[in-house]
Antibody, heavy 120, light 110 residues
């Protein structure tokens, strides 16, 4: 059974940093591209970042470029999102999502989400 | 303002057929596959349609997807109360080098 479990969410002050983790199981993690997608309270879905299976190709949404860093450790079946210079508008539930295509938006499995609240 | 445009709301009575539209451009829907997600209240999104019109196993055939040029549609036939949810379309955007989502459509079953 495929499982994606996010952790690391919490309350952080504006300008602060936070690192999210996503532990994957039930599939060959190193063979699949992964993504982070977020959802602000009461709002729609927003794609945040993509990383290829090897980690060699990475993309970011303009809204987080230069502040967020996606990475993965295939030996630990884990995906990460380092978030720096956090702003109030980064407050959201952050989902990790397994990509079943190639630069597609084909997310066949999602984690339960990790809530990040940026507030003083 | 979302790159893909969806109506904010849709509604229907049990048994009816409803459609939800998703409008994009040549850089996203016009040149890439469309995906649809269903999000029940308080839960993570669930893949409903992939590659324009394919259903993952377990998704009822009451759900169908179509695409024409730079627009796509999700149709739900035989509407049921459990279909009440938010629905999102998504596609890769070649110009943005990223995935774009529609703003979401809240479906109400009257």
């Amino acid at each position: 059974e495929v499982q994606l479990v996010e952790s690391g969410g919490g309350l952080v002050q504006p300008g602060g940093s936070l690192r999210l983790s996503c532990a994957a199981s039930g599939f060959t993690f190193s063979s699949y591209e992964m993504n982070w997608v977020r959802q602000a309270p009461g709002k729609g879905l927003e794609w945040v970042s993509y990383i290829s299976s090897s980690g060699s190709t990475i993309y970011y949404a303009d809204s987080v470029k230069g502040r967020f860093t996606i990475s993965r450790d295939n030996s630990k079946n884990s995906l990460y999102l380092q978030m720096n210079s956090l702003r109030a508008e980064d407050t959201a539930v952050y989902y990790c999502a397994k990509d079943n295509g190639f630069r597609s938006g084909w997310y066949d499995y999602w984690g339960q989400g990790a809530l990040v609240t940026v507030s003083s | 303002q979302s790159v893909l445009t969806q109506p904010p709301s849709a509604s229907g009575t049990p048994g009816q057929r409803v459609t939800i539209s998703c409008s994009g451009s040549s850089s996203n829907i016009g040149s890439n596959y469309v995906y649809w997600y269903q999000q029940l209240p308080g839960t993570a999104p669930k893949l409903l349609i992939y590659r324009n019109n394919q259903r993952p196993s377990g998704v009822p055939d009451r759900f169908s997807g179509s695409k024409s040029a730079a627009s796509a549609s999700l149709a739900i036939s035989g509407l049921r109360s459990e279909d009440e949810a938010d629905y999102y379309c998504a596609a890769w955007d070649d110009s943005l080098s990223g995935v774009v989502f529609g703003g979401g459509t809240k479906l109400t079953v009257l």
